[in-house]
Each structure stands twice: as C-alpha cells, then as structure tokens.
C-alpha cells in the first residue's frame, strides 16, 4: 500500500524552494522539534485545519493574538465593513483616535499611544524614545527575554555585569550592542549590583513582566518591585514589554496584575502588540504623557511608519478590544486556562511524569520539571527529546502547541470545557507514551 500524499509535505518541499527555510519566521519551521510544519488551510474558534484537511485544536492562535478564537463574527463583520472604506490611505482616521482612547482607557499608564505595525517595530522604538528622553545610551535586557529582532536587543550577555552584550546574530555590528547588558530575570542581587555600576549611564530597563518567550516565567513580586524603584532612582525608565501579555492575561495586562501587589506600581512605558490588532498588523508603544512629546513631530525623537494605524487593523483592533472588555471576559477566560493546565497536570501525575505549570489569564506555561523556573538556564534544564516526544505525540493527535519547549501557551474564548477534555485525553495517552521520569 503506498502512503498517501502527505499536502503538508508537498507544500513545505515548494515553499523551501522560495522563502529560506519554508517560514517567514523562524520558530514556524519545526526545527527545534522536527518533522514538517503544518500548512493552515482555514481557521475557525478553537482549530486550524491544515492542509490535508486535519482539524486540530489551536493553542498557539498565531501567537497570542486570537483571543476569541478564529473568525469571531463580530470581528470578521468589523473587518469587512472597514475594507468597503479603503485599505490604507496615509492619512489619520477616526478609528486610529478611539483605539488610542481604548487602549488608554485600560492601560492607564500609557497617557499617550503611537501605533505601528509589529512588536519589534514597537519595542524598538520604544528604546529609541527611552535613549531620547534621557540623553543616556545604556540599556539593560534580561535573559530569556525576546522584544523582536531589532538590531541592539538581539544580545546575549557578556562575560561579568562589567562587559556588556554580544550578538546573537549574525549581521549586527558589536558597537550596535555594546550598550546592552543583559542580566538574568529575576536576580535582584544582579540588578542592584548593575545599577550600582551603569546606573547614571542607563537609559532603561526593558523585560517581559510574565516572560512567554522562555515558555512561561513570571518575574518575582520583589523583582519587579525592585526594577521599579532603582530605574526612579537613577532617572532610567522601565519599559514593560507587554506584546504577549497585553490584553492577554487581564485587560489592564500584566502590569495590572504588579499593581495589585505593589501599591502605585506603573511602567514609563509599554510595548503592546498582538491581541489589539487581532491578528492584523498592528502595534503599539505609549506611556508619560512628557515621554512621548519626545516624539517626532513634536519632539527630536524620529519615528514613523506608511501603515502605521492601518484603517482595517484599527477595526480589528477595536472589535477585538470591544469583546474582551465585556463583563467576565478574563474570569471565564482563566478558568478555561485553568482548567486546561489542571487536567495536564493530572495527566502527567497519572503517567508519573515530572510536570509543573503556571497560567494568568488566557497564557500558560507547562514544564517536564518538577517545579517551576524562575529564569532561562533552569527553563532550558527540560529534557528536550521528552518535550519533543510529548509535542508530537499531541500532534499526532490533533492538538496543536508551540512547536518549542520555550514558548508560552494561549487559550482563547472560544476552547469549550469539550476542547479542553479532548486535549487532556489526548495528553493522557501522549505521556503514557513518553514513560515515567
Ligand atoms: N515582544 C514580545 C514579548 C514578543 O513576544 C514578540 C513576538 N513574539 C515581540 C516583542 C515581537 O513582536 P513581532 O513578532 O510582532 O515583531
């Protein structure tokens, strides 16, 4: 009997031809896990089908975005109706002013919001303004922390808090880098010890308040608290990098969730993308109102885009924003998270694997450890032939999460209790296979 055609295959044969590596970005490609990358042909709620036709059930939502699942009603009609008016037009528009006014509305840190197109646009502009504002050149990032690829936060740390960082690509000049020191999340010893070194040099402090690119890692209470008050101290700003977490884990994001426990908390600034664009181009970066008059045409701190604010991703956007701030929108959507990372875990216990996991909001993380990390070196202790095994064990049986043992997890509303049993029975038999350890 011959095997039936793999489309899956055949597109990924064609697409390597073409576009390096099959992928317009990297992590889509399935190298760290192998095997072939799944073609999406349509998506609706909780699941893509791929090429061959497969349904699975959809835990990535291309990244964090689809928060209500593909092709909620609402937004596709919002999308439609903005098409009819004109794609793009390099003018302002109405929409532009009331997603500014929403997303202020709930982030009320941000006084002021400019859109661009993509996280990385956004966090690089971001740290211009940052270096704008203060006069000053040196930033510090953390490990395991990933704010898009612009050139200067594509680094990886030096040798001691006295050396700065080196690239971690090829292409990018060390003097672009020798302004970024990277330290690890969550050690305030090195925090404090770097500020006492750089401190009157520092333009900012830039990381993830709940780190999704190292899976799933919260930065401690005392941590956050302690960046806050050193970046006052030395006159740096603390840039909130949010893209994933924004309107993701609460509808005031992460930094809603510090403020609860850190009385006044707020960043300087904060970088947004993802779920206020819907799954559209669209980003974001705002906060003190003082901060972003630094900006072009107000101020000396250039910054622009031809797409920037685009009048179809603006509708998404605000369609979008309009369903997650109903009443019990984030309750409901934690419980299903919830719900979700309860029933791994009792699947996991049942095959005696090592797992742990931690959720806020719609965004997870799972391990194969038995306690949850506190940095990247411990995230990356995960046997990674067990991870692998276990993602295409889930694979194979039609549930879909990231295709890398250092990616966060999302849930969105449209994952019924049904979808949630389908994947903790699929994972029950996905570790059963994987044995003990
Ligand atoms: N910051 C964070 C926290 C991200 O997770 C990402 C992308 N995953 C980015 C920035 C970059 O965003 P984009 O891919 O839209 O450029």
């Given at each position: 009997?011959?095997?039936?055609?793999?489309?899956?295959?055949?597109?990924?044969?064609?697409?390597?031809?073409?576009?390096?590596?099959?992928?317009?970005?990297?992590?889509?490609?399935?190298?760290?896990?192998?095997?072939?990358?799944?073609?999406?042909q349509?998506?609706q709620?909780?699941?893509?089908?791929?090429?061959?036709?497969?349904?699975?059930?959809?835990?990535?939502?291309?990244?964090?975005?689809?928060?209500?699942?593909?092709?909620?009603?609402?937004?596709?009609?919002?999308?439609?109706?903005?098409?009819?008016?004109?794609?793009?037009?390099?003018?302002?528009?109405?929409?532009?002013?009331?997603l500014?006014?929403?997303?202020?509305?709930?982030?009320?840190?941000?006084?002021?919001?400019?859109?661009?197109?993509?996280?990385?646009?956004?966090?690089?502009?971001?740290?211009?303004?940052?270096?704008?504002?203060?006069?000053?050149?040196?930033?510090?990032?953390?490990?395991?922390?990933?704010?898009?690829?612009?050139?200067?936060?594509?680094?990886?740390?030096?040798?001691?808090?006295?050396?700065?960082?080196?690239?971690?690509?090829?292409?990018?000049?060390?003097?672009?880098?020798q302004?970024?020191?990277?330290?690890?999340?969550?050690?305030?010893?090195?925090?404090?010890?770097?500020?006492?070194?750089?401190?009157?040099?520092?333009?900012?402090?830039?990381?993830?308040?709940?780190?999704?690119?190292?899976?799933?890692?919260?930065?401690?209470?005392?941590?956050?608290?302690?960046?806050?008050?050193?970046?006052?101290?030395?006159?740096?700003?603390?840039?909130?990098?949010?893209?994933?977490?924004?309107?993701?884990?609460?509808?005031?994001?992460?930094?809603?969730?510090?403020?609860?426990?850190?009385?006044?908390?707020?960043?300087?600034?904060?970088?947004?993308?993802?779920?206020?664009?819907?799954?559209?181009?669209?980003?974001?970066?705002?906060?003190?109102?003082?901060?972003?008059?630094?900006?072009?045409?107000?101020?000396?701190?250039?910054?622009?885009?031809t797409?920037?604010?685009?009048?179809?991703?603006?509708?998404?956007?605000?369609?979008?924003?309009?369903?997650?701030?109903?009443?019990?929108?984030?309750?409901?959507?934690?419980?299903?998270?919830?719900?979700?990372?309860?029933?791994?875990?009792?699947?996991?216990?049942?095959?005696g694997?090592?797992?742990?996991?931690?959720?806020?909001?719609?965004?997870?993380?799972?391990?194969?450890?038995?306690?949850?990390?506190?940095?990247?070196p411990?995230?990356?202790?995960?046997?990674?032939?067990?991870?692998?095994?276990?993602?295409?064990?889930?694979?194979?049986?039609?549930?879909?999460?990231?295709?890398?043992?250092?990616?966060?997890?999302?849930?969105?509303?449209?994952?019924?209790a049904?979808?949630?049993?389908?994947?903790?029975?699929?994972?029950?038999?996905a570790?059963?296979?994987?044995?003990?350890?």
């Amino acid at each position: 009997m011959t095997r039936p055609t793999d489309l899956n295959d055949t597109l990924f044969q064609r697409a390597r031809r073409v576009i390096p590596g099959g992928v317009n970005s990297p992590v889509r490609a399935f190298q760290a896990v192998g095997g072939t990358p799944r073609f999406v042909q349509r998506a609706q709620g909780a699941y893509f089908w791929d090429a061959n036709g497969k349904r699975h059930i959809d835990y990535i939502g291309s990244w964090g975005p689809m928060i209500l699942g593909h092709g909620h009603p609402a937004v596709v009609e919002a999308v439609q109706q903005a098409l009819l008016d004109g794609f793009s037009f390099g003018a302002p528009t109405e929409r532009e002013v009331q997603l500014a006014e929403e997303i202020i509305r709930y982030v009320p840190s941000m006084e002021m919001v400019r859109l661009v197109s993509s996280g990385t646009e956004a966090g690089m502009s971001a740290i211009r303004l940052a270096r704008g504002a203060t006069g000053r050149s040196k930033i510090i990032k953390f490990n395991g922390c990933y704010h898009g690829h612009a050139d200067s936060l594509l680094v990886k740390a030096g040798s001691g808090l006295a050396t700065f960082g080196h690239a971690t690509s090829a292409g990018v000049p060390p003097e672009v880098v020798q302004h970024t020191l990277v330290l690890e999340y969550n050690d305030v010893a090195q925090l404090e010890e770097a500020f006492a070194l750089h401190g009157d040099n520092l333009a900012c402090v830039i990381m993830e308040p709940i780190a999704g690119n190292m899976n799933f890692v919260r930065a401690s209470v005392p941590f956050m608290q302690r960046a806050r008050e050193l970046c006052t101290l030395h006159g740096a700003l603390l840039i909130l990098d949010e893209v994933m977490t924004g309107f993701r884990v609460a509808l005031g994001g992460a930094q809603s969730v510090y403020a609860q426990q850190i009385p006044g908390f707020a960043p300087d600034i904060t970088v947004l993308g993802k779920v206020i664009g819907g799954g559209m181009p669209l980003a974001a970066f705002g906060g003190k109102r003082a901060v972003m008059e630094q900006l072009a045409p107000l101020g000396p701190v250039y910054q622009a885009g031809t797409l920037s604010g685009n009048p179809v991703a603006t509708a998404c956007g605000l369609a979008t924003l309009a369903q997650v701030s109903q009443p019990g929108f984030y309750d409901r959507l934690a419980g299903s998270t919830r719900a979700l990372t309860a029933g791994l875990a009792g699947a996991a216990k049942e095959a005696g694997v090592d797992f742990c996991a931690d959720s806020e909001g719609g965004m997870f993380g799972f391990f194969l450890l038995p306690e949850l990390p506190q940095n990247y070196p411990a995230v990356m202790e995960t046997d990674r032939e067990r991870f692998n095994a276990l993602f295409h064990g889930l694979l194979d049986r039609g549930v879909y999460i990231a295709p890398a043992l250092y990616e966060a997890g999302f849930v969105s509303a449209a994952h019924s209790a049904a979808d949630i049993e389908e994947t903790v029975a699929a994972a029950r038999a996905a570790f059963a296979a994987l044995g003990r350890k």
